[in-house]
Every structure is written in structure tokens, then in C-alpha cells.
């Protein structure tokens, strides 16, 4: 990576000129790792991107390109992340290039141990030109950042720094920008080619954007050992209490109700003969600069999705202490990604019942829930959310009881106090909860729990039953609108060209050259079309992800025989980490993979570009209605290819699925209430053919390979 110069403005594209600064230094790994005195610090790493049609014009690049949120790291030279030539991309590196998603690349950061210091993810930025920011701690040990974000929709570009060092001999350096060059993977060892940077760049004038690097003022206090402090007493978490409103802060004042109950591991398992039921999990955050004045923890500061499990006393997510903290806590705590936590859930097997994430939080003040599942055989709650830019704070509730006997206790609410993984075991000193909590009247927020009405079905044979029947995806027929005022939007015709694998007929025979779709995914849920329970007015949809393949890779089909626990994750979360996952492990089976954006509300599309050839002529596809129990809609093993060419245009219908068992359709009582006589769909899914598309090359079988390699690793600690 070389220093990007800009001799001079162009018209065209001003505002995408950019220069690195000259302190600019790179680790070479042919010299030693050079010395570095310097005491433990901050940055703050701003990401500045400057893309727009008219600096970049390029076929893969439309005018509504956005950026993943940047994953940023400071390390010493036993890891590497990435460098120009991608000789030392790692899998992790892969699959942001290709999808933006970051849960492989978290799995290498724990992986890597004791080797990575500070550990950041941004924002996303929904457009091609913004910027997002974070707070990232390093010290001697850990002189070096590297950093990676993907240009969305694009077959694997991306942008970032690699081995940038900091230091400068006993201090650190005050500022350092270093330009964006546009960077793929799509073969094991490359850089965009010459051509591709002439028309995109400018002839080298225009920059992508830039990161720079600011160091934080000395005078405030860095290490653990001054302000992070491992806390005097470390007892169990306390219903707050509230004796009176404070002025600068009455909206922070928080009361924990009376029936807070807590498991202490030391008493046997309390009896609970309660029938399965529903709560409302209300996280309701109360952050702002007047109740919380902090060094940390800016205006702009925003809570991570919570993560909240129902679970038994054989599985622990973390304690007052971070005695039993895992690593996915730690990860959430530093990043708020979830993609290590979710592991930890499917390794906790039958010890887990009900689990959910909740929205990201975009301001101090403001609310997310989700409905979770619960019964007697797991009558605990655990869950966290991280405070978004910090070193690794976090809130939650840990081990909490909801059964009360032969019932479930009707409202339980816990107020929030502070916590930090900086140590093994800490809870943050009680000089900052004197400092941040102003003498522990004013919470960061609190977690209620509202039983739902048992009047309502429960059970899965009461209304989750299997269909009686269980027939692959057929197109839905649209014989004339139904009652224009009440759905009419919702109404939809699949194309007659739709054609689905069987497992029964061998596998088709493909000729035609490699080529491109543009998949768009069209959402049409409205609370007149699908009146149901579960899916309140504010329903959203999760990113949807996508994957062309061959016939031995399967994701899902009509009656959930084959659907993996990637595919079970995000119909309860909406989260693609474990199906991201699969996919590694799947290799040369699958050939592309994209990720959607999310949907809000209902109603509303979001649209890639997916790459297939002839040795991978189907596409799958999930997405999840939000908040529902596990209900998704998608597309399994769709057909492509029609002899020597590609079809035009295919698009499928959506409906209703659940994974409430282990093959499961939405039961015909639900289908007729929430499809109005099944002429009302959810949406569909359209795959238009590019015109001229080029050819382009997969992801080589050897980094597949690799990343497959890394997962098995990963799955079997």
C-alpha cells in the first residue's frame, strides 16, 4: 500500500480527492518488529468515504452503493489480516469482500488470542459517500491496525489499511490518513487489475476515501489499572432502587421490581411446572450526556442489538463478576457483534429453548423487543447490549428467574448497571458508577419482561402444528385482485419459466457461459393482508441472504427436512453468522453469496447482484419476518439455467415458513388467516438476467478450502 497523491482538483470529482499523510509506515515482516515504549492510548479511527457515480463509474458500482460497517483491529506482527497482494487474506477476509458480513473474521479475532488488543466495528454506511467512527485502545505490544470494509453490491471489492503502524518510538503519533485503493479477492492472490482502477479511480486522482487515524488526548486516564479498575466487592446484581427524581436526570431514574429473582449456582434447580408461554422482552435504554457524563460515552452514542436466550442452569452467558463471561460476551462487549454468541448457542444444544436479538439502538435513548419463548425445562433469561462507542462496556440481565411454581411471573423489570470485561473478572470501579450513574439514582435503562396472554395458543400442536401436507414452493396464482382497499398491493403471480431442483431426477445439464443477475427482494407485508398474532405493525424484515450453488449444497426446502441450524438461527434472530458458517463449510459447492439489507417496515425491497455459472445453476435464499416466533419466507433451489443460456427474468411468490419443529411448514390454519384465501402474498423474489454481463471469477477452491478449514477448527474447541 503506497501513499495516495492528488497533484491536483478535478472538476468531475473534487470531493473525492484525497492524500495520505507523510507519516504513513507499514509493516514489512522481512525486519524485525521495531520497538515501541509508548504508554497505552486511544484513536479514534474515523472511515471517510467519498465514492459516488460520477468519480467511479463502473458497472458493478450503482449509484446506490453503500459500505459494510468497517471491523478494525490493533495487533502485533504474529497476526495479519490482509496485505496488497491478498497473499495474507484470511477467510475472514473472504467473506466481508463478498457479503460485507463479518462473524467469520470475529471467530479469527478470538482465535488469534492474545495477539489482538482492540477490537472495533462501525456503522454501516447507506450511502456511497459518509463516514463512521469509533474509539480504539492500543498500547506497546500492540503498535499495528488493520481494517477492512466491502463496496455493497459488488462481486468482492473492498477497501481498508493492513499493518499500519502507530508508533513512533516512545510516543504515539498524533495523526495519520492513509487514501483508500480498491482492493479483490477474487483470486487468492490480487489487486484490482490496472484497467479496472483507470476507469474507476480517475486515472489515480480519485480516492474511494480515507481512514485517519486521531490520537486521544494523554491528560485522560487509559490504562485498567487507573480508571478500569477491577471493583472492591463484586456482588450479585441488585434491584436498583429510586428514592426520588433527580432534575438533571429524572428520565434516568430506574426501579427494579420486587419479584427480581436470580439462580445462584450453589442451590439446586428450582421446581417449575408452568406450560410453555411468551414474554414481551422490552429493552428500554435511558443513556444521555446529563445522566451519564463520561469520557467514553459521547452524545452520539447508540446501544448494540441485544441478544437475550432463554435457557437452564447448564448454560451461563455471564455473571455480576465475568467469572462465567464466554468470549462471545467478550466480542459483544468490544464490537456489539453477536456472531461468536451465536456459536456459543448452537454448542449449547438442548440447554437453550427461546433466543432473539433485538434492533440496533441509534441513540443513547430508545427501546427494542422482541417476543421469546419459554417453558419449564428453561425458566432463566440472560442477555447483553453493548454501549456503542466504548472499550467494552456492556448491560444486561444474567441467570434471571421468570417461573414463580406451577406460573409464569406476569411482569419482571431490571434496572441496568455497568459492566466491563477489561479483566477476567471486573465489574466496572466504583469511582466511574459514582461518576457515570450519579450516586446510583440514574440507570442506563432497564429490561422489562410482560407475560403474553395465556389465552392465546401456545403450544406448537395448537397452532404451529405441521401442514397436513407438505408440497415444494409452487408458484401462487393471482386470479384477480381481492377487496383493492384491503390488499391489493400483497397480490402476486410467480413466472410460469419457475422451475425447483428435485433429489429424485439427476442433476440437470448446464452449458451456458458464466453470467450475472440482479436479485431483488420485494417485501409486501401489511397489517390488512396478514392480520395474525405474531406480527405486530412495526414487523421488519432481515437481511436476506443468498447463494447460487450446485445440487450438493442444499439450504432449505418446503418442509424444513433439510434446513440447517444457520437457516433455524435466522428464522428466531433474523442473524446469518452460523449460515455464513455453512457456507464455508460447503466449499466448491457454492459458488456466490450475497447479503441483503434490512427491510423497515414491511413493506419495501433490497436488491444485489449475484453471480452464477454452470456448475452453479440454483439459488437459495432466507430472510425473517421480525418479531415473529421463527417464521420466514425465501426461495430453495431454484433453477437458472435452461440448457445453453440463462433464463431472462424468474420470480417466485413468497410464503409463509416456520422451523417450530424439525420439519415444519406454517400450518393451513395460519396460511388461510395471514394470506387472506392464499391471494395475498408476502412478497417475491425476482432474478433479472444483466445484460452483456461479464465473466467472473469465483472464489477459488483454496480459499474456500481454507475457510472451511478454519471452521472445522472453530467447531470442534
Avoid at 199 to 223: A, D, I
Avoid at 270 to 299: I, K, L, Q, R
Avoid at 331 to 353: F, M, N, W
Wanted: aromatic share 10%; with cysteine.
Amino acid at each position: 500500500l503506497v501513499p495516495k497523491e492528488c497533484p491536483g482538483r478535478i472538476s468531475q470529482c473534487s470531493s473525492c480527492c484525497c492524500e495520505s499523510s507523510e507519516n504513513v509506515e507499514f509493516y514489512e515482516p522481512s525486519f524485525p518488529e521495531p520497538e515501541c515504549t509508548a504508554v497505552p492510548a486511544y484513536y479514534n479511527v474515523d472511515f471517510v468515504f467519498t465514492w459516488s457515480g460520477v468519480c467511479h463509474p463502473d458497472y458493478y458500482f450503482p449509484n446506490e452503493s453503500k459500505w459494510s460497517p468497517p471491523t478494525v483491529v490493533s495487533h502485533n506482527t504474529q497476526y495479519r489480516m490482509w496485505d496488497a497482494c491478498m497473499d495474507n487474506a484470511s477467510p475472514g477476509v473472504g467473506l466481508v469482500s463478498r457479503t460485507g458480513g463479518t462473524s467469520v473474521i470475529d471467530q479469527e479475532y478470538v482465535l488469534a488470542g492474545d495477539s489482538i488488543y482492540g477490537m472495533v466495528e462501525g456503522d454501516l454506511v447507506p450511502t456511497g459517500s459518509g463516514r463512521t467512527y469509533r474509539k480504539l485502545k492500543i498500547d506497546k505490544y500492540h503498535q499495528f491496525v488493520s481494517g477492512v470494509s466491502m463496496l455493497v453490491p459488488s462481486p468482492d471489492r473492498l477497501v481498508g489499511v493492513a499493518d499500519l503502524r502507530l508508533c513512533d518510538g516512545d510516543q504515539w503519533k498524533r495523526e495519520v490518513q492513509v487514501c483508500f485503493e480498491l482492493f479483490s479477492t477474487a483470486t487468492a492472490t490480487a489487486k484490482v487489475a490496472p484497467e479496472m482502477e483507470r476507469n474507476s479511480v480517475q486515472e489515480n486522482n480519485c480516492s474511494f476515501g480515507y481512514v485517519r487515524f486521531t490520537l486521544e488526548p494523554q491528560e485522560e486516564p487509559r490504562s485498567g489499572e487507573t480508571r478500569f479498575e477491577v471493583a472492591e466487592t463484586c456482588e450479585p446484581l441488585v434491584p436498583k432502587e429510586c428514592p426520588g427524581r433527580i432534575s438533571q436526570c429524572s428520565s434516568c431514574c430506574c426501579e427494579s421490581s420486587e419479584n427480581v429473582e436470580f439462580y445462584e449456582p450453589s442451590f439446586p434447580e428450582p421446581e417449575c411446572t408452568a406450560p410453555p408461554a411468551y414474554y414481551n422482552v422490552d429493552f428500554v435504554f435511558t443513556w444521555s450526556g446529563v445522566c451519564h457524563p463520561d469520557y467514553y460515552f459521547p452524545n452520539e452514542s447508540k446501544w448494540s442489538p441485544p441478544t437475550v436466550v432463554s435457557h437452564n442452569t447448564q448454560y451461563r452467558m455471564w455473571d455480576a463478576c465475568m467469572d462465567n463471561a464466554s468470549p462471545g460476551v467478550g466480542l459483544v462487549s468490544r464490537t456489539g457483534g453477536t456472531s461468536v454468541i451465536d456459536q456459543e448457542y448452537v454448542l449449547a444444544g438442548d440447554s437453550i429453548y427461546g433466543m432473539v436479538e433485538g434492533d440496533l439502538v441509534p441513540t443513547g435513548s430508545g427501546r427494542t423487543y422482541r417476543k421469546l419463548k419459554i417453558d419449564k425445562y428453561h425458566q432463566f433469561v440472560s442477555g447483553v447490549s453493548m454501549l456503542v462507542p466504548s472499550p467494552d462496556r456492556l448491560v444486561g440481565v444474567a441467570d434471571l428467574r421468570l417461573c414463580d411454581g406451577d406460573q409464569w411471573k406476569r411482569e419482571v423489570q431490571v434496572c441496568f448497571e455497568l459492566f466491563s470485561t477489561a479483566t477476567a473478572t471486573a465489574k466496572v470501579a466504583p469511582e466511574m458508577e459514582r461518576n457515570s450513574v450519579q450516586e446510583n439514582n440514574c440507570s442506563f435503562g432497564y429490561v422489562r419482561f410482560t407475560l403474553e396472554p395465556q389465552e392465546e395458543p401456545r403450544s406448537g400442536e395448537a397452532r404451529f402444528e405441521v401442514a397436513e401436507t407438505c408440497e415444494p414452493v409452487v408458484p401462487k396464482k393471482c386470479p384477480g385482485r381481492i377487496n383493492e382497499s384491503q390488499c391489493s398491493t400483497c397480490c402476486c403471480e410467480s413466472t410460469e419459466n419457475v422451475e425447483f431442483y428435485d433429489p429424485t431426477f439427476p442433476e440437470p445439464e448446464c452449458t451456458a457461459d458464466p453470467a450475472s443477475y440482479n436479485i431483488s427482494f420485494v417485501f409486501t407485508w401489511s397489517v390488512p393482508c396478514h392480520p395474525d398474532y405474531y406480527f405486530p405493525g412495526e414487523s421488519i424484515w432481515s437481511p436476506p441472504t443468498a447463494v447460487s450453488h450446485n445440487t450438493q449444497y442444499r439450504m432449505w426446502d418446503a418442509c424444513m427436512d433439510n434446513a440447517s441450524p444457520g437457516v433455524g438461527l435466522v428464522s428466531r434472530t433474523g442473524n446469518t453468522s452460523i449460515i455464513n458458517q455453512e457456507y464455508a463449510l460447503a466449499g466448491d459447492n457454492i459458488s456466490n453469496i450475497t447479503e441483503g439489507d434490512l427491510v423497515r417496515p414491511g413493506s419495501g425491497m433490497t436488491s444485489r447482484i449475484m453471480m452464477v455459472d454452470n456448475k452453479h445453476q440454483f439459488v437459495s435464499a432466507v430472510s425473517m419476518l421480525v418479531p415473529s416466533p421463527d417464521r420466514l419466507v425465501g426461495v430453495a433451489d431454484l433453477r437458472l439455467c435452461d440448457g445453453d443460456q440463462w433464463k431472462r427474468e424468474v420470480q417466485v411468490c413468497f410464503e409463509l415458513f416456520s422451523t417450530a419443529t424439525a420439519s415444519n411448514r406454517a400450518s393451513p390454519e395460519m396460511q388461510r388467516n395471514s394470506f387472506q384465501a392464499n391471494n395475498c402474498s408476502f412478497g417475491y423474489v425476482r432474478l433479472i438476467l444483466n445484460a452483456g454481463s461479464p465473466s467472473i471469477t469465483s472464489l477459488p477452491l483454496a480459499f474456500l478450502s481454507a475457510l472451511g478449514v478454519l471452521v472445522a477448527a472453530i467447531l470442534s474447541l
